[in-house]
């Protein structure tokens, strides 16, 4: 249990602040040694008896704020404190959970609950009484014994909270917990969350989570902190007053879903970029790392643009996720891909096709593949970069390293890769180049229909 005196700064009100983030900005090196900006001049606090959730897509450096704030890692500059202290190594008063379960598979499950009191040197008897209560807490009682090999992903996820709650923390922090189980698991986990917070079981002052999923994070938290991307920064600050527990079908759920939807997208939408000839294709801004590609498939956009032709061309996210049975999360990246190549457009959490859209959705395969590679490789910037430096060449081939080099000046090594995968599949589908596995190479279409 942390030892902690109770501070006296508080959050504006009457509530002590448990953690702190003053303008804290995270630069990481990439492998030829230049500045990679994850977070940039990031502000929040966290004070006890509330629930804060971190809401952004991918790189917009959530995971790292949290790391941050665990004290893990420390700022490039700015800084994080723990009831009024500057932190200078790990934070002693929060327990995290992660993701992936993160057990040793050789202990059993008392023994991984067990694992942070030993780290903090708690005796043997009490450590046993501890962790017992904690599995009993989460709902595993009867598994003591049990290795993670015998349980589900839900039950070894358990323990990871009991892992946490069991050393008392004042904060929970975790890092998209409920994103590697099933639907109906991480309902439930969820649910249960949320009645041990209500009913003050939960041995916490404070949660603070990170998730991508717009409808968790208001099922959850009191506030959320939406996050912009490349480098995060807090975009917008939302209170949730909606009381617990939250049913998604109410107007007033759905309006807030609507609203953090709009802010996510509204920051990425741009007018479509003029394509008559003697015109610019892009504004000089728009490059591979400024405005990198979102994480789409041809067949899933086209997919999507089909969807809402059929309903007349107009339609609000919400509704077509539910249709859909999918998370409106799910549907950002082919909303982003919609709206970086002009093909729709979005306002107030609704998607319009544009004229270009319902061009290209109705016309036949050879059409739409013409016009698909005319607004790939005039509006998608990694697109555009791959096809003119293969028309650059005089063999037309280039080594698929040397767009990862590049890549990788600003993005890590796995965002690099994804963001080569994504105009991999929309080069091919445009037959604006092809790309040989074997090799590891890109190769220019001479000719076809994919030329602009």
């Not at 041995?203 to 989570?209: A, E, G």
């Not at 490789?377 to 293969?390: E, F, M, S, Y």
């Not at 105009?423 to 604006?432: K, S």
Request: glycine share 10%; net charge negative; with cysteine.
């Amino acid at each position: 249990m942390t030892t902690a005196q109770p501070s006296t700064h508080t959050d504006g009100g009457s509530r002590p602040v448990i953690i702190e983030a003053d303008s804290v900005t995270k630069t990481f090196s990439t492998p030829d040694g230049r500045a990679l900006p994850v977070l940039e001049g990031v502000s929040f606090h966290l004070a006890e008896g509330e629930i804060v959730a971190l809401l952004g897509k991918s790189g917009s450096g959530k995971s790292t704020l949290l790391r941050c704030a665990a004290g893990l890692i420390s700022p490039s500059s700015g800084s994080v404190a723990y009831r009024g202290t500057p932190l200078n190594a790990a934070n002693p008063g929060v327990a995290m959970v992660f993701q992936s379960f993160a057990l040793l598979p050789w202990l059993t499950v008392q023994q991984n609950v067990e694992l942070s009191l030993r780290a903090r040197g708690v005796g043997r008897e009490e450590r046993r009484e501890r962790a017992l209560k904690a599995i009993d807490l989460i709902g595993l009682d009867g598994f003591e014994g049990a290795y993670p090999k015998e349980l589900s992903g839900g039950m070894r996820q358990r323990v990871g909270f009991a892992r946490a709650l069991v050393v008392e923390p004042d904060a929970l922090l975790m890092d998209e917990p409920f994103s590697a189980l099933d639907v109906l698991t991480s309902e439930n986990l969820r649910s249960e969350l949320v009645g041990l917070w209500e009913g003050h079981e939960a041995p916490v002052k404070s949660i603070l989570i990170v998730t991508h999923n717009i409808e968790e994070a208001v099922l959850l938290a009191d506030r959320i902190l939406v996050l912009s991307s490349n480098p995060g920064r807090i975009l917008a600050e939302l209170t949730v007053g909606l009381p617990r527990p939250r049913d998604r079908r109410t107007p007033a759920f759905e309006t807030l879903v609507d609203n953090v939807y709009g802010l996510l997208t509204g920051r990425e939408e741009r007018p479509p970029e003029p394509a008559v000839a003697g015109e610019k294709a892009a504004r000089p801004a728009a490059t591979p790392t400024t405005v990198p590609l979102p994480q789409a498939s041809v067949g899933g956009l086209a997919g999507l643009l089909e969807i809402l032709l059929a309903r007349g061309g107009e339609d609000g996210l919400a509704e077509i996720s539910d249709e859909l049975n999918f998370e409106i999360d799910d549907l950002l990246p082919l909303v982003d891909a919609a709206v970086m190549l002009g093909l729709a457009t979005v306002s107030d959490a609704r998607l319009a096709l544009t004229d270009e859209g319902r061009e290209f959705t109705a016309a036949d395969i050879l059409t739409s593949k013409q016009r698909f590679a005319r607004l790939a490789a005039t509006r998608a910037p990694l697109v555009r970069a791959i096809t003119q430096a293969l028309a650059a060449t005089d063999d037309g081939t280039l080594r698929e390293s040397f767009f990862l080099d590049l890549l990788q000046r600003g993005f890590s090594a796995e965002e690099a890769r994804r963001q080569l995968d994504v105009a991999i599949d929309w080069g091919r589908y445009g037959e604006l180049f092809d790309y040989d596995a074997d090799d590891r190479e890109f190769v220019r279409e001479p000719g076809g229909a994919a030329q602009p």
